[in-house]
């Protein structure tokens, strides 16, 4: 099974709300990411997870702030976030590079987040 | 200098035709190649892994040249069901980190 599961499927908020995403795999991967996409443009790396600690932060704003409360869970907390934060936010998991040296990502099938 | 690059197109082709992408790389320490597929409004899935000895999955067929540092993705008998962007993906040698092509949009038209 390669499934990552992501809630919710859509989410429309304000600019002064606070909202989560949600990410889960059961494949037992130990390396987690956020990326986002925006329409037409490939997906843009933000965060990477590796063993439950933060290894990449790909110079996010601090609005995003990401979670790893455990290896089969990641989520992304959002806070104050602008009209042009607007994408499709993709999670993804892979086995992770130490221990497999032909890594493989799956992707979940995304939220797609508005920004009023 | 992009990391992967991608002839976005589009490319449009007829029903049964052979279409071919390539797909450059800057850094020769880069460690996997990966061809994934994403249709409109949907998140990129794999479609194959890329080989240095090269690799065929039924009408796909996928090739790594290390020393030109170029990736293709050979599509055989296309169908309309192929229609869609073929996302070219390397892992570098940095830990953890995929790179990301732009991407070509195939359009399949019968």
């Known amino acids: 099974d390669t499934e990552v599961t992501q809630t919710p499927k859509h989410l429309v908020m304000g600019m002064t709300n606070k909202k989560s995403l949600k990410c889960e795999q059961h494949?037992?991967?130990?390396?987690m990411y956020w990326y986002k996409q925006k329409a037409k443009k490939p997906p843009e790396l933000m965060f990477v997870?590796?063993?439950?600690?933060?290894?990449i932060n790909e110079s996010v704003p601090s609005r995003f702030s990401p979670e790893c409360p455990n290896s089969s869970l990641l989520n992304l907390h959002l806070h104050a976030l602008q009209p042009e934060d607007s994408a499709l936010y993709l999670c993804?998991?892979?086995?992770?590079?130490?221990?497999?040296?032909?890594?493989?990502?799956?992707f979940g099938p995304g939220t797609r987040l508005t920004v009023l | 200098r992009k990391e992967v690059e991608q002839d976005p197109g589009p490319f449009n082709v007829p029903e049964g035709a052979t279409v071919a992408f390539n797909c450059t790389y800057s850094?020769?320490?880069?460690?996997?190649f990966f061809w994934y597929r994403q249709d409109c409004r949907k998140e990129p899935k794999l479609l194959m892994s890329?080989?240095?000895s090269g690799n065929e999955d039924g009408r796909f067929t996928a090739q790594l040249n290390r020393a030109s540092q170029y990736i293709s993705l050979l599509i055989r008998d296309s169908k309309l069901s192929d229609s869609a962007t073929y996302l070219c993906?390397?892992?570098?040698?940095?830990?953890?980190?995929?790179?990301f092509g732009s991407g070509t949009k195939l359009n399949v038209k019968p």
């Open positions: 850094n020769s320490a880069s460690q996997s």
């Open positions: 890329v080989y240095s």
């Open positions: 993804a998991s892979s086995q992770d590079r130490e221990t497999s040296s032909t890594d493989t990502q799956y």
């Open positions: 997870y590796s063993y439950e600690k933060l290894s």
């Open positions: 993906v390397v892992m570098g040698y940095n830990f953890n980190k995929f790179y």
């Open positions: 494949m037992g991967h130990r390396a």
